[in-house]
Structures are given as C-alpha cells and as structure tokens.
C-alpha cells in the first residue's frame, strides 16, 4: 500500500495540497476525481516524486520518505522503480520504434536483457490489440494507439502500480473507448493503479476505491457505491456538472 500522510504542496506560496492524508491499496483500482484545478495530477505526481511536496510523508512496503527531507538517489530510484506513469499525451519518443520505445527502459534502468524485454513488449503489443506494431514509429500511429503503446511501455517495467494522469483527455471518444477498455482489464487483473480521470462511467466500472479532491482537500474517500448512490450535497452537485457538460457537448 501506498500512503500519504500530511502532504503540503505549495506553488507561489498558494497551498495546492492542505495537510492532505490518503492511502491507495495495493492489487486495486483507486480513481482521483474533483473540478478543475483542485490538486489531482499535484497528489498524483506526488506519488513517483515528479513533484515534490514541501511537507509529509510517503510510506510505500518498506520504503519511507520525509519530503521535507533531502532524498537521496538510491530512495528516489527504488521509489520510481514501483511505479510507472501514463500521461495525457503519451510522451512516446519520435525516433524509435514502438518495441524500442517499450524495452528502452527495462533494458536501461532495470538492466533486464535483450531478447527478455523484446518479447515481453510483443506479448504486451498482442495483449492490447497492436501485435504486429512492433516496428512501427509513432508518428505512423493514431493517437489512441500511441497510447495504448505508452501502457505498454508502463507494464513493461513490471511496476507495483501505474499511475494515470487523464490518459484519454487528448483522445475523441472512439479512441477514448479503445484505451478505457485496455485499462479496464488491466483492473480486473489485479493491477493496482491509481487514476485521474474526467470519465465519471468509467470511474464508476474500474473503482475500488474513490478519492474526490477539491480546493487541496480530500472530501471524499470511499467506495463507487456511496459516491456514485449515497453522494453528499456537494457531490451530487459535481455529478450534476458533470452530466450537464457531457449531454450539451453532444448536442
């Protein structure tokens, strides 16, 4: 399990993070849900130190870190080695291959042979629906594709948990359903992943567990089932938001 206790982010001496406290258990699917600017991708990314909090601690199995303390190479990399981030825009490198932009990082950072990570990438290009992509280069894929190879490249480093920052924002809804559908499976496999997302079905078909952030603060931590049946005031009233933006977007 992962556990944040007390977390303080600050960005121009404005608290994003307010003495925030969570956990995300191991072997399920945590969905992060709130408005617009609340602090989702800053808790998020607060998990692999993309960014680093001025005040609390991250206790993960036998690791522990005080980010008000100096943190050394070797906690930060055993930190980033059980995790593996998906971003909104997949991030693939321009000039390799989608099978080198898979294995590049087991075979670099995990010193994990060659032949080893190469078919491992194939098994995972099959698993989402690209075998025979293997050689391709992103620009020669679409953008759904691109991100479904981004997963990949998660998988491939054999991580505790995935983390995902709206990883379907920059897709049209075909595409979008492509990749929820991938990620869906991916829960029902006991893969414990952590998510940002705008897709409140999707939240409500993967989730575990939910954690609605609003103003640095955590208002909710529960189960699909109380904040999507039993919802409080305030998110019933989000909910409501929610569904007025999506029926008039289809208009």
Known sequence: MISLKNIVKK??????????????PDNETTVILGPSGS????LLRSLDLLVRPESGTLSFSDLKLDYAEPVSKKLSFDIRKKTSMVFQNWNLF?????????????ETVLGQPKKETEEKARQLLAQVGLKGYADRFPSQLSGGQQQRVSICRALAMDPD??????????????????????LEEL????????????????ARSVAD????????NIIFDGTPDEFFNHPTTRIKDFLSGITFSDDNSQK
């Open 209 to 216: 567990k939910i954690v609605f952030v609003e103003d640095g």
């Open 39 to 42: 602090g989702k991708s800053t």
């Open 161 to 182: 948990y995935i983390l995902l920052d709206e990883p379907t924002s920059a897709l049209d809804p075909e595409l979008e359903t492509q990749v929820l559908l991938i």
């Open 11 to 24: 960005y121009d001496g404005k608290a994003v993070l307010k003495d925030l406290s969570v956990d995300f």
């Open 187 to 202: 829960s029902k496999m006991d893969q414990a992943m952590v998510i940002v997302t705008h897709n409140m079905e999707f």
């Open 94 to 106: 321009p000039n390799l291959t989608v099978l080198k932009n898979i294995t590049t990082a087991p």
